[in-house]
C-alpha cells in the first residue's frame, strides 16, 4: 500500500509540475525562514543556561525614590545588600558582588597590554557561575586581595610564550595602570561563552577593592556601584523572598534617612537577564525579548502563508482529481484510505519543501549571520538544543503537514462517485468561501508586516537624524593618558596637548570629559539649591573641560561657558557648574536667566551656576533627556574627544598619534570615531529592521506565488468562458478586468483588516523608545496601495496570458 500512495504521489508531482513546484517552493521559503528564525532566537534563548544554579540564581534590582518619584531603576545596588540578605534571610544559600572595572592598561616587564573587560569579583563568583576553569582553583582563586583570574584569551595575550601550558601561567604577575604593587594570576578560565549575559576577560578579586577603600566596598550602605548576584536554596519561591524586601528596606534604610532615597529591592531570574531587562547602569550584554518573539511570529506567519497556499492550490485543483477519486471509489477504495493517500502526499510535498529548505538556510547562513551579529549555525544549534524543543519544533511541522494536507483530503475523498464520473461535479459554495478566507489571512499578515516595516524605518530614520542637542559626526576619541601621574603639572601638559591639537591640520576642535556621549552618566544625590532646604534632588553629572562645550556645538541659553579658571586642581575648590534646561526646572527655577548666580549645594560642596545649556541626549531616544550638571573637571581618565575634517582621516589620524605620544608617553594610543559607538545604543533595533524588511520580503513572494497558482488555474477552468467572450466583442481589457475582480477585493479587504493589526503592534513596539515617530495615514494607505499593485500585477500577468489566447484554439480544444 505505501509502494502505491509514494508511486501516485510522485506521478501526481510530476504530472502538475507547476503546481507541485509553487508548493514546493512556498513552503521551502516558509520552512526556510522558519529555520533561520528558529537559530536565532533559539541563540538568544540559549543566555546563560550552561550554568548549573541557572534556576536558582537571581540577580538583585533596585529602584531608588525621592520624592515619591522613581529616580533610578538599575541594577547597581549598596555593597553591604548582598551580605545583609544572606544574613537576613536563611532561604538564600550564596551570593556574589561584582564592579565592572572597564579596561584594564595592562603593565609587564616594558609592555603595555590593553585587556578587555574586566570586573571586581568576590570569591563566591566561581561557585555562583558555572564557568570553565582550565587551570587554578575556582573556590580560593579570588579570596585574596591582589588576585586575578584570566580567560584563556587574556592569558595568551599578557603571556604568549606560555602559549597553552595555562598552569605554568599560576603565579605569574603583572602590574594595573600605575600601581605599584604587582596583581597575581591565581586561575584561568575558558573564554566566557558568546551566550553569557557577564563577559569578561580579566576578574579581579572583590578583596583587591574592600582592602583599597578600607572596607567601605563591603560594609557601606551609601556607595552606589556594586552588583548582587543570589542563589536561593531548593525548593525557595523567589516571589515568596521578594515580598520580604520592603521590611529589609525600612530597616537598613529606614525610609530615606541613610541614603537619600526610598530602596526598592527587587529579584530578576538569571534567565531572564540578556532579554528582559532595561535598567540602567546595566552591565549585561542585552537584547530585546520583544524583538525575539516578534522574529518568531514573523516566521509563523511565512510558514503560515506557505501552508495557506498549499491548501488552496490543492483544493482549487479539485476538479482535475474528481475522476481520479470516482475511479478508485468505484474500484472499492474506502474514504480512510483517499484520506491516507492524500495525506502521505501532503508529507512528501513538505519533506520536499524541507529538503529545499535546508538548502536556502544553508546559502543564506553567512548573510543571516551577519546581519544578526552571531556566529550561528543550523547544525550546531541542532545538536546544543534541548530533545523537548527539538521535538516541539518536529511536532509544529508535522502538524502543519497535517491540518494542511487534511483538508483538501477530506474535500477530495468526499466527492461521489457516480457524481463525478457524469461530469456534474461541481465546487461547494463553503469550499470557494474558505479558499477565499485563507486568501484573506495571508495578505492580512503580509499588508502588516509591510506596515510594520515602515514604521521601523521611519523610527529608524528619525533616531539617525534627531537632534541630540550637540553634534558628535566627525568626532574622534582617543582615550585617556591612564598610566599618567596625576599632579599640579597634568593640567597643564592637557592643556598644551590640545593647543597642539588645534595646530594640525583637519583638526578643528578638541576637549576632554570624564563621560562620552551614549555613556550612562553617574548620579549625584541630595542637591539642592542653597536657599532651599526643604527638597532634595538626584541630578547626573558630567565633567568636561571649557572646550566641550564649543566641541560639541552645545547652546548656551543664558549665562556662560567655562573659562580656565573655572578649573582647579583639587576637586572640593570647584566653585563654577553648569546645568542644562531640565536641571532648572526640576530645581523649580522659573527660567534659566533666573538660574544665573545662584548655588546649588549637597551639603558638603556648594557651586556657583553660571551658565544655563540646551538639553541634550546624553543617551539614545529611548531614554529621556535627564536634569544634568555639567563641572569644569580634569582627569587621567578623560578621553579626548577631537573635531576632524573627514578629507584625508588617515594623515590626520597619524599626526593625532605622534602629538598624542609626544604628551604622553608610555600610554598606548587608542581611537574610535564616536558615532560608530553612540549608534550601538541602537544595534538591537537596526537589527530588528534589517531582518523584519527581510521576511516581510520573503511572505510578499510566498503570498504571490499562491496568487500566481490560484490565478493561473483559475484562468485555465475557464478558457471556454474567456473565448466566448472574445467572440462576442469583450476586449482583453475586459476580460482581465473581470477575471482579476474577485482576487483584488479579496486583498482589498486583506489589507483593510491589516490596518488595525498593524497599529496596535506597532504602537506597542515605539512604547520602548522616550522619543518617537507618530504614524499617520499615510504608513498605513502606502502598504494597502502596495499590496494592491503587487496582486494586481501578479494575478493580471496570469489572466493577461490566457486572455490573450486565440479563441478559435481554445473553443477547438474545448
Given at each position: ?586 530645581l523649580g527655577i522659573s527660567t534659566p536667566e533666573d538660574a544665573i548666580g545662584k548655588e546649588l ?63 604622553f608617553p608610555g600610554n598606548a594610543f587608542e581611537y574610535f570615531f564616536l558615532k560608530d559607538r ?20 520573503l511572505a510578499i513572494i510566498v503570498a504571490c506565488l499562491g496568487l500566481i497558482g490560484l490565478s ?103
Amino acid at each position: 500500500m505505501l509502494r502505491n500512495y509514494l508511486t501516485v504521489a510522485f506521478r501526481n508531482i510530476v504530472k502538475n509540475k507547476v503546481f507541485s513546484g509553487i508548493n514546493i517552493l512556498g513552503l521551502g521559503i516558509g520552512l526556510a525562514a522558519c529555520l533561520l528564525i528558529f537559530q536565532f532566537v533559539r541563540y538568544e534563548l540559549s543566555y546563560d543556561t550552561f550554568h548549573a544554579k541557572i534556576d536558582r540564581t537571581y540577580r538583585v534590582t533596585n529602584d531608588r525614590f525621592q520624592h515619591g518619584k522613581l529616580i533610578q531603576h538599575g541594577t547597581i545596588t549598596y555593597p553591604a545588600v548582598g551580605p545583609a540578605m544572606v544574613r537576613d534571610f536563611p532561604e538564600i544559600e550564596e551570593y556574589t558582588r561584582l564592579m565592572p572595572a572597564g579596561t584594564l592598561n595592562i603593565r609587564i616587564d616594558d609592555q603595555h597590554i590593553r585587556s578587555g573587560q574586566s570586573h571586581f569579583a568576590d570569591e563566591h563568583f566561581f561557585s555562583v557561575f558555572s564557568f570553565s576553569m582550565l587551570a587554578g582553583d575556582r573556590l580560593t582563586a579570588l579570596k585574596e586581595p591582589l588576585s586575578a583570574v584570566l580567560t584563556e584569551h587574556a592569558a595568551k595575550q599578557f603571556f604568549p610564550a606560555q602559549g597553552a601550558d595555562y598552569a605554568s601561567m599560576i603565579g605569574k604577575t603583572f602590574y594595573w595602570g600605575t600601581d605599584t604593587e604587582p596583581y597575581t594570576v591565581k586561575a584561568i578560565c575558558q573564554d566566557i561563552p558568546a551566550n553569557s549575559h557577564i563577559q569578561f576577560d580579566v576578574l579581579i578579586s572583590y578583596a583587591t577593592l574592600v582592602h583599597a577603600t578600607q572596607m567601605e566596598a563591603d560594609n557601606s550602605w551609601t556607595w552606589s556601584d556594586m552588583r548582587h548576584y543570589l542563589v536561593l536554596k531548593p525548593g525557595v519561591d523567589h516571589t515568596q523572598l521578594e515580598a520580604k524586601f520592603p521590611a529589609f528596606s525600612d530597616r537598613h534604610f529606614q525610609g530615606d534617612k541613610v541614603s537619600g532615597s526610598v530602596e526598592k529591592f527587587y529579584l530578576q531570574p538569571l534567565r531572564d537577564a540578556h532579554l528582559y531587562s532595561q535598567y540602567e547602569y546595566d552591565i549585561a550584554k542585552v537584547a530585546s525579548g520583544k524583538a525575539v518573539w516578534a522574529m518568531l511570529i514573523v516566521a509563523l506567519f511565512i510558514l503560515l502563508i506557505a501552508w495557506i497556499n498549499y491548501i488552496n492550490l490543492t483544493t482549487s485543483r479539485a476538479l482535475d482529481r474528481a475522476k481520479e477519486v470516482g475511479l478508485r471509489k468505484v474500484m472499492g477504495a474506502f474514504k480512510t484510505q483517499l484520506i491516507k493517500q492524500f495525506i502521505f502526499e501532503s508529507f512528501i510535498l513538505t519533506g520536499l519543501a524541507f529538503v529545499v529548505a535546508m538548502m536556502m538556510a544553508q546559502l543564506l547562513q553567512a548573510p543571516f549571520n551577519k546581519i544578526t551579529g552571531n556566529d550561528l549555525s543550523l547544525w550546531r544549534i541542532i545538536q546544543t538544543t534541548d530533545t523537548r524543543t527539538l521535538v516541539a519544533v518536529a511536532a509544529l511541522l508535522l502538524l502543519g503537514a497535517l491540518v494542511s494536507g487534511f483538508y483538501p483530503a477530506l474535500v477530495l475523498s468526499s466527492y461521489q462517485p457516480i457524481t463525478v464520473l457524469k461530469g456534474k461535479f461541481q465546487r461547494s459554495a463553503r469550499g470557494n468561501f474558505l479558499r477565499k478566507a485563507l486568501v484573506i489571512v495571508q495578505f492580512t499578515s503580509s499588508a502588516a508586516l509591510i506596515t510594520g516595516t515602515i514604521i521601523v524605518s521611519q523610527q529608524l530614520n528619525f533616531i539617525n537624524d534627531a537632534d541630540l542637542g550637540m553634534v558628535i559626526d566627525n568626532t574622534v576619541i582617543v582615550n585617556a593618558p591612564e598610566l599618567s601621574a596625576w599632579d599640579s603639572s597634568f593640567m597643564q601638559r592637557v592643556e598644551s596637548y590640545k593647543h597642539a591639537l588645534l595646530q594640525l591640520p583637519g583638526v578643528e576642535h578638541a576637549a576632554t570629559s570624564a563621560n562620552l556621549p551614549g555613556d550612562r552618566l553617574a548620579r549625584g544625590f541630595n542637591l539642592h539649591l542653597k536657599e532651599q532646604t526643604s527638597a532634595k534632588y538626584t541630578i547626573s553629572y558630567l565633567g568636561v573641560d571649557h572646550h566641550f562645550m564649543s566641541t560639541y556645538n552645545m547652546s548656551l541659553v543664558a549665562g556662560r561657558g567655562f573659562l580656565p579658571t573655572d578649573h582647579q586642581v583639587d576637586y572640593d575648590k570647584i566653585r563654577s557648574i553648569i546645568l542644562n534646561v531640565n536641571a532648572t526646572r526640576l530645581l523649580g527655577i522659573s527660567t534659566p536667566e533666573d538660574a544665573i548666580g545662584k548655588e546649588l549645594t549637597d551639603d558638603k560642596h556648594a557651586w556657583t551656576i553660571v551658565g544655563v545649556i540646551r538639553d541634550f541626549h546624553q543617551e539614545s531616544l529611548k531614554s529621556p533627556m535627564e536634569p544634568t550638571v555639567l563641572m569644569p573637571t580634569y582627569s587621567t581618565y578623560a578621553a579626548t574627544s577631537i573635531k576632524i575634517k573627514t578629507e584625508d582621516t588617515k594623515s590626520i589620524l597619524a599626526s593625532i598619534e605622534n602629538t598624542y605620544k609626544k604628551y604622553f608617553p608610555g600610554n598606548a594610543f587608542e581611537y574610535f570615531f564616536l558615532k560608530d559607538r553612540y549608534n550601538r545604543q541602537y544595534h538591537d533595533d537596526m537589527r530588528f529592521g534589517k531582518i523584519v524588511s527581510i521576511f516581510t520580503g520573503l511572505a510578499i513572494i510566498v503570498a504571490c506565488l499562491g496568487l500566481i497558482g490560484l490565478s493561473s488555474y483559475t484562468a485555465v477552468q475557464r478558457t471556454k468562458e474567456i473565448g466566448i467572450r472574445k467572440i462576442l466583442g469583450a476586449s482583453v481589457v475586459n476580460i482581465v478586468s473581470l477575471l482579476s475582480a474577485d482576487f483584488v477585493r479579496l486583498v482589498l479587504i486583506a489589507s483593510l483588516l491589516s490596518i488595525p493589526i498593524a497599529y496596535f503592534s506597532m504602537q506597542h513596539w515605539l512604547q520602548g523608545y522616550a522619543y518617537r515617530v507618530t504614524p499617520g495615514w499615510a504608513q498605513f494607505v502606502i502598504p494597502l496601495l502596495a499590496v494592491l499593485l503587487i496582486a494586481t500585477f501578479t494575478i493580471s500577468f496570469q489572466v493577461l496570458k490566457a486572455a490573450m489566447r486565440n479563441p478559435a484554439d481554445t473553443l477547438k480544444h474545448e
